[in-house]
């Protein structure tokens, strides 16, 4: 496990963006896939957006065309610039990091998690 760290995260209205960031301790390249997932309350922590050691990106449904996730090998940090805001992507964001890969979306295939920071989208 490798430590990660979230920031970016906050009060925003409905509409408006927010950049996440997350620094990874040692070279992020060795990681084949790097994720965001988030949680709301009373809800189980759901894949947002992935990203591969080649840059190839797979998103949910539910932010296809608003957010966009990118990594900086060389800065060792992952990106979500999350665009068009709305109430119901508030919630804990989290990085996370797999060597594996396979399914992309699955929280157990991540042995590397952040301590998550908080969006919150009002109306």
């Known amino acids: 496990q490798v430590q990660l760290v979230e920031s970016g995260g906050g009060l925003v209205q409905a509409g408006g963006s927010l950049r996440l960031s997350c620094a990874t301790e040692?070279?992020?390249?060795?990681?084949?896939?790097m994720a965001w997932f988030r949680q709301a309350p009373g809800k189980e922590r759901e894949f947002v957006a992935g990203?591969?050691?080649?840059?190839?990106?797979y998103y949910v449904d539910s932010v296809k065309g608003r957010f966009t996730i990118s990594r900086d090998n060389a800065k060792n940090t992952l990106y979500l610039q999350m665009n068009s805001l709305k109430p119901e992507d508030t919630a804990v964001y989290y990085c996370?990091?797999?060597?594996?890969?396979?399914?992309?979306?699955?929280?157990?295939?991540?042995?590397?998690w952040g301590q998550g920071t908080q969006v919150t989208v009002s109306s």
């Open positions: 040692g070279r992020s390249s060795r990681y084949n896939v």
């Open positions: 996370a990091a797999t060597t594996s890969g396979i399914t992309w979306t699955t929280v157990g295939e991540y042995d590397s």
């Open positions: 990203i591969s050691w080649s840059s190839n990106t």
